[in-house]
């Protein structure tokens, strides 16, 4: 098994311009990640946003 390739959607990109660049490249998605992006609030930490990434594969 190669390398893992991921790919993040990114702050202006729809999910499905991410995908179609994913095709674009030879890929295909094999798994999607949410990762949470933290804030420091007053009293803890708090979750600001969800960041969506695709692990792939070569077609």
Not at 17 to 42: H, N
Not at 45 to 55: G, I, N, S, T
Request: glycine fraction near 6%; charge should be positive.
């Amino acid at each position: 098994m190669g390398k893992k390739v991921k790919y993040e959607v990114g702050e202006k990109e729809t999910i499905a311009e991410c995908l179609e660049r994913i095709a674009r490249d030879g890929y295909q998605p094999v798994r999607r990640v949410e990762v949470p992006v933290f804030r420091e609030g007053e009293v803890d930490m708090e979750v600001a946003k969800q960041r969506v990434q695709f692990e792939v594969k070569k077609k």
